[in-house]
C-alpha cells in the first residue's frame, strides 16, 4: 500500500504543478496582454529594469516569466515543473508522515 501512496502523492504533486504554473504566472501579472499594472509582475520589471540601466534584459528571470504568461509553457518546461511539483508533492507527504 505503501508503493501506491507514493505513487498518488507524486502524481498529484505534478498534475496540480502543471495546473497552477500558468494560473500563478497570470494572478502575478504576467499575462498574455503584457504585464500587468500595479502587479507583483510591473514591481519585478521596474527593479529588473532599475538594475541594468533602464531595461529589461533578455533571458532575465522577468523577461522568461513574461514569455511563459504570454505563449504558455514549452513541453519542456512543462515536464520541469511536473517533476519539481511531484517531488515536492513527495517530500511534503514525508514530512508529515503519510509515507
Known amino acids: 500500500m505503501e ?20 494560473a500563478t504566472l497570470g494572478v502575478t501579472g504576467f499575462t498574455a496582454a503584457g504585464i500587468a499594472a500595479k502587479s507583483v509582475a ?27 504568461g504570454a505563449a504558455g509553457l514549452a513541453g519542456s518546461t512543462t515536464a520541469v515543473v511536473a517533476g519539481v511539483g511531484g517531488a515536492v508533492g513527495w517530500l511534503t507527504a514525508t514530512a508529515a508522515g503519510l509515507i
Open 3 to 22: 508503493l501506491l501512496t507514493v505513487i498518488a502523492v507524486t502524481a498529484t504533486g505534478a498534475g496540480l504543478a502543471v495546473v497552477l504554473a500558468p
Open 42 to 68: 510591473a514591481g519585478m520589471m521596474a527593479s529588473a529594469a532599475t538594475a541594468s540601466g533602464g531595461g529589461v534584459l533578455a533571458g532575465s528571470t522577468v523577461a522568461v516569466l513574461q514569455s511563459a
